[in-house]
């Protein structure tokens, strides 16, 4: 808007100002960059679900031609529950290596014989040490063995030897 004012030689234009106004300052220029990244961001998100649909895709429609496929195994736990219950467990087992399916736990009875090495402190009156170790060796008791590993609370050492193995 302009202000016109009269003058002897004609009219002149000047900038009209009202007083109290601030002034307008272009902010849009600020706001082009945020845009721009907006749009970069929405451009990789779609490029992201695009790739995931991909993948989706070929999952679904991708052929299986190994049994050890991650798609199979809720077959192969079905499958393996009903053997257990149908008694064809030799026909699962046999399916499963020829497949390379999963194959089915058992459930085995294991025996063993555990050594235990646990240091136990004995307090003995002698007058020689060999004699000590003696006394110690005849007065222990196995509810000594069994309170000092409780208050170590774990043993030094452990050897497990097989004695037998059935299956239930």
């Not at 721009?36 to 790739?51: F, G, T, V």
């Not at 393996?80 to 999963?102: K, M, P, S, V, W």
């Not at 063995?145 to 050897?159: H, I, K, L, P």
Request: proline letters at 2%; hydrophobic letters at 35%; aromatic letters at 6%.
């Amino acid at each position: 808007m302009t202000d016109i004012t009269t003058t002897e030689t004609g009219i002149e234009t000047d900038a009209l100002t009202i007083p109290g106004t601030p002034t307008v300052t272009e902010r849009r220029s600020g706001y082009t960059g945020e845009l721009a990244r907006a749009e970069a961001a929405l451009a990789e998100a779609r490029d992201a679900l695009a790739a995931r649909d991909r993948i989706i895709e070929q999952l679904r429609t991708d052929q299986i031609t190994d049994g050890g496929d991650p798609r199979l195994v809720d077959f192969w736990e079905k499958a393996g529950r009903i053997a257990d219950h149908a008694d064809f467990c030799q026909e699962y087992d046999r399916l499963a290596e020829a497949l390379n399916g999963t194959p089915r736990l058992r459930d085995w009875d294991v025996t063993l014989d555990v050594t235990v090495t646990v240091r136990v402190h004995y307090s003995a009156s002698a007058t020689t040490s060999d004699d000590a170790e003696d006394i110690a060796r005849d007065e222990i008791t196995f509810e000594d063995v069994v309170a000092a590993y409780r208050e170590n609370g774990s043993a030094e050492e452990f050897e497990a030897e097989v004695y037998s193995v059935d299956r239930q």
